[in-house]
């Protein structure tokens, strides 16, 4: 009998119901608030990470099975990548204005606004990053505006 790898055909788990999504976007949510370098600590019970939030919610199995089913859009729509103007945003666009939309409704920027500039140390693949050189050491920045 042919073994079944977990990169081929569907999800051997049931579907994901309304409140585990909710759930899962608590989740989420609170993970900006109790920062790990590893998404497995936020289970872990060794004393110095245990925190039973996650645990009471969701099983880390379940969170990462969701996680990694989570898709906005079909990939049979994907655009052409070589072209310059094409929407590098593609998978999330469509979540992205659903979103701006209704933050639109309920929040308006006042005149009393102030934009500020932060370079973040970031090591990943984007296109619009900056690579500073100072003698030896290389740094990858990532300039982020905040309100």
């Not at 990939?75 to 209704?102: A, G, H, Q, V, Y």
């Amino acid at each position: 009998m042919p073994t079944l790898r977990l990169d081929e055909g569907p999800s051997p788990q049931p579907d994901v119901t309304e409140a585990e999504m909710l759930m899962f976007l608590a989740i989420i949510i609170n993970m900006g608030y109790c920062k790990w370098d590893k998404l497995t600590k936020y289970w872990s019970r060794a004393y110095n990470y245990h925190t039973t939030f996650y645990g009471n919610c969701m099983k880390r199995d379940r969170f990462f099975h969701i996680l990694r089913y989570l898709h906005f859009t079909d990939n049979e729509n994907e655009p052409d990548m070589t072209d310059k103007n094409s929407d590098r945003l593609w998978k999330i666009r469509n979540l992205f204005e659903i979103l701006n939309e209704k933050f639109s409704k309920f929040y308006s920027a006042s005149e009393h606004l102030t934009v500020e500039e932060v370079t973040v140390k970031y090591q990943g693949r984007v296109i619009f990053q900056t690579v500073y050189t100072q003698e030896t050491q290389t740094f990858w920045d990532q300039n982020l505006q905040t309100v």
